[in-house]
């Protein structure tokens, strides 16, 4: 019985920073239907930015801001090289896909230039290894602060989309790019400002994630798009709450498959498993039909 | 308030207005009569900067705006209530209303959105409900306090009676008087036309992207040739 609640534990904690990644996510595929392969690329930049901060002796807190701010620029960045150039000469949203995947492809050759291929680490911290054993269940505290510094993420998220003004110009955009335009919505800055949330959570889960399997290398943020699209699709396109669910049933299955099953099936599972939800529900698990999106 | 000169637009290469002029004066109600496809929401959506203007000028209190991006547009006082209401039908009727209120930077906000509520009963007792969960003329309501919630001092109506019961329209026309009254100035398209003259001051008809007929409601009322077309048959 301890082994099922071990992998509990294990799994919200991996199961939050893959929701944390899923709503950035969300946000750019689902509300403004813009395919972003660099999604995964701003994932792994805010890992090494985060790692930097560490290493220059920057608190961990400080450094997760880093994180933060860090993938919220690049998130920036990537609309302002490529979709914003292809919106201004009005290109197909499939151009985006490719021009975004080249520009993956640019920031994952970048970050082996500069950080080396060899897998990288945090530096140790003897507060985050603090760990409690509790009827033979093992809690690292690094494990509670991930999943609380992902809850906070996904409030200030929810907040901003439903009570500031921000958020009412980016539903608005998601609505209709004409709608927005009639009410004195700035389209492309609203867009922009999507794109700095969306890069803010995936730079975020970037350091989570770095910091729960201690691992950060240039190539982490190839697998974590497939399971961003995957958990999107899950819990229903452009849903928010759908999306930090969809993380967690993720992080529990992976969990309970390299438990239960074999390491080698963990991801086998995973999809396999999602793809028999879909079947039965192909919109989602969380969507409904007149309130789909954000 | 408004003055339109030479005004040509269209959607790509093809002009719909071959050049139409018309002035709307401070504290008016001007409208804008025409059948279907004679250009009537082609003039609102280049007035407001929805689509770019070929040629011609568009002076607003004096000042060109014609070359002006939307959103400038609504930050210097004109707002759009866009045919067909177009309000955003997943979002709740207040935050409907407050995403109206984006281009301000003042803190009136909440009061003026009181002041929606109070004249429209039905937005308040709505406003946690989905704007697509309400009928036509309730969207009608919420497109125009939309609207009014950007302080417009010139307010863009197009066809605000589509589809709507008598009744309603009758509600709708009502407000548009008040709105008028209180001192903004309007400018109505409409298809139907006597509810139209009944609120407007004065008149254009336009056809096939040019202004054929103008006049004070009075005269387009007496014209054959407006009541032939336009008011033939109609209520």
């Known amino acids: 019985m301890s082994t099922f609640f071990q992998q509990v534990v294990n799994g919200i904690s991996l199961g939050s920073t893959y929701a944390v990644f899923a709503m950035g996510c969300t946000l750019i595929f689902g509300v403004l239907n813009i395919v972003n392969m660099a999604q995964g690329a701003l994932f792994m930049g805010g890992a090494y930015l985060g790692l930097e901060a560490a290493r ?23 609309d302002l090289i490529v979709f914003r150039t292809l919106r201004a000469r009005g290109g197909h949203r499939w151009m985006g896909l490719v ?39 093992r809690i690292q505290l690094l494990q509670v602060v991930i999943v609380v510094v992902s809850v906070v993420l996904m409030a200030l998220l929810a907040i901003t989309l439903q009570r500031s003004s921000t958020g009412r110009a980016i539903r608005t955009v998601a609505f209709s790019e004409d709608v927005a335009r009639i009410v004195g919505v700035p389209v492309g800055r609203t ?55 969809g993380g967690f049933l993720l992080g529990l299955i992976e969990v309970f498959s390299v438990a239960y099953v074999s390491s080698s099936f963990r991801d086998a599972i995973g999809f396999g498993l999602i793809f028999l939800i879909l079947l039965v529900k192909p919109t989602g698990l969380f969507s409904r039909v007149e309130d789909r999106r954000a | 308030m408004l003055e339109v ?90 935050d409907n209303l407050l995403v109206g209120a984006y281009t301000r930077g003042d803190d009136q906000v909440g009061s003026d959105l009181e002041a929606v509520y109070r004249r429209f009963g039905r937005l308040h007792q709505r406003r946690k409900q989905l704007a697509g969960s309400m009928s036509g003329g309730e969207q009608q309501m919420l497109a125009i306090g939309r609207a009014l919630m950007a302080r417009p001092r ?71 040739q407006v009541v032939e077309a336009y008011l033939g048959d109609a209520s």
């Not at chain 1, 220059?56 to 990537?78: K, Q």
């Open chain 1, 99 to 137: 021009a975004s995947l080249a520009l993956a492809r640019v920031m994952v050759g970048l970050a082996q230039e500069i950080f080396g291929t060899q897998v990288q680490r945090y530096p140790p911290s003897a507060f985050l290894s603090i760990a409690w054993e509790i009827g033979g269940v």
């Open chain 1, 56 to 78: 220059l002796g920057l608190p961990a807190p400080l450094a997760l801001v880093v994180a933060l701010l860090g993938g919220g620029v690049l998130g920036v960045l990537s």
């Open chain 2, 5 to 94: 000169r030479n005004l040509r637009a269209g959607y790509g290469a093809v002009d719909v207005l071959e050049g139409i002029s018309l002035s709307v004066p401070t504290g008016a109600c001007v409208c804008l009569l025409g059948a279907n496809g004679a250009g009537k929401t082609t003039t609102l959506s280049a007035i407001c900067g929805l689509i770019p203007a070929s040629s011609g000028e568009i002076l607003l209190e004096g000042r060109e705006i014609r070359r002006l991006r939307m959103e400038t547009v609504v930050r210097r006082g004109v707002s759009l209530v866009p045919e067909g209401r177009r309000v955003v039908a997943n979002m709740t009727v207040e």
């Open chain 2, 154 to 224: 010139l307010l863009l109506l197009d066809e605000p009676s589509m589809g709507l019961a008598p009744q309603v329209v009758n509600d709708i026309f009502r407000t548009i008087r008040e709105i008028n009254e209180a001192g903004t100035t309007v400018l109505l398209v409409e298809q139907n036309a006597r509810k139209a003259l009944s609120v407007a001051s004065y008149g254009y008809v336009l056809e096939t992207g040019r202004i054929s007929f103008e006049g004070s409601a009075d005269t387009l009322l007496k014209s054959s």
């Open chain 1, 191 to 245: 867009i922009m400002a999507t794109f700095f949330l969306a890069g803010a959570l995936a730079g975020a889960a970037g350091m989570l994630l770095g910091n729960l399997f201690n691992v950060v290398s240039p190539f982490m943020g190839d697998q974590m798009l497939v399971k961003g699209l995957t958990v999107i699709i899950l819990g229903g396109l452009g849903n928010v709450p759908g999306a930090v669910a």
